[in-house]
Structures are given as structure tokens and as C-alpha cells.
């Protein structure tokens, strides 16, 4: 939101010639509410210079905390529309089955093309491997295993022998 920052940044772009430029985190770059449909006025002056500089601009942002049940998707984006309007891609990030390692990476939107299918990737002591895309477990399995743990307590109560099963 500082038209002397951005005038800086398109003189580092026009001397170094990056391809990418990561703003890590979006929260960070400005003083505004990002609640506020002004955020506009921070995201359209990136837009602008990557259309005019040729760069690509990638700009972090948080999720907002996610119920148990709830997928990943655009809307789960902090703050206001605006500034999923301005993007032209959204791209995220999510662990779908909290007991796994697994990571998943899924296109939210894209204005450029067609999706493409999400992909899995864990990070270990040497690097990332890339491997399936997780899925969440079904919902069923997390009910069954909640009606488990019900009767067990229940069970317990009473003063019976406690049976779970798998």
C-alpha cells in the first residue's frame, strides 16, 4: 500500500530480471485490514506490475482454521474476497489426514487453465518425495470410531469389561 515501495520493487525487477518474486506473507506487505475490500488496493498494484514486468508474484497467505470436516478450497482464504479476485491462481497446501505425514498440494483456482490434479509430497532429512495425493479419511471411519470410544466409557461406567473394536 506505499506507491514508493512498489516503484522500488519495479526498479529491482527491471535490473534483475527475476521470473519469480515470493512475498512471504501477504499479511506482512501491507498496514491495511485484510478484512476491508481495500486490500484491493494493495493487490491490484502487484497485478499490474506482473502484467507489465512479465514476473510472476506469488504471495503467501493463511487459511483460516479449518473444522475437522472441512476441505480446503479458496473460500477458506483469511480476509476479504478482494483479494481472491485478484488472483489469477490459488494454490494450496493442506494435510487432509492428520494422523499421515503426507502433504497435499491442490490448484484452488486457476484463470489460466484447466486444474490439474492434486499432488502429495512429504518433507524428510533429505529433501521431498513426492508421492499420491492423500485423501481425507471417510467420515464414517472417524464416526465409527468416536461410537467406539462411547461405548467403552459407557462400558467402563458400569463397571463391565471394556471391549473396543477395530
Not at 50 to 57: E, L, M, Q
Not at 147 to 153: G, I, K
Amino acid at each position: 500500500d506505499d506507491d514508493k515501495a512498489i516503484g522500488r520493487l519495479a526498479e529491482i525487477i527491471a535490473s534483475e530480471t527475476p521470473r519469480l518474486i515470493v512475498i512471504d506473507t501477504l499479511r506482512g506487505l501491507h498496514g491495511m485490514d485484510e478484512n476491508s475490500s481495500r486490500i484491493a488496493d494493495v493487490m491490484e498494484p502487484l497485478a499490474k506490475l506482473a502484467a507489465d514486468k512479465g514476473v510472476a508474484i506469488l504471495a503467501v497467505h493463511h487459511a483460516r482454521k479449518l473444522g475437522w470436516n472441512e476441505q480446503l478450497t479458496m473460500n477458506a482464504s483469511r480476509g476479504s474476497n478482494a483479494i481472491l479476485a485478484m488472483a489469477r491462481c490459488g494454490i494450496g497446501i493442506d494435510r487432509p489426514d492428520r494422523k499421515s505425514r503426507t502433504l497435499r498440494v491442490s490448484m484452488l483456482k486457476s484463470n489460466l487453465s484447466v486444474p490439474p490434479k492434486p499432488l502429495g509430497f512429504e518433507m524428510t532429512d533429505t529433501g521431498i518425495t513426492c508421492v499420491d495425493a492423500p485423501e481425507r479419511p471417510p467420515r464414517a471411519e472417524k464416526v465409527a470410531q468416536a461410537e467406539n470410544v462411547r461405548a467403552a466409557l459407557l462400558l467402563d461406567k458400569e463397571g463391565c469389561d471394556v471391549v473396543v473394536s477395530a
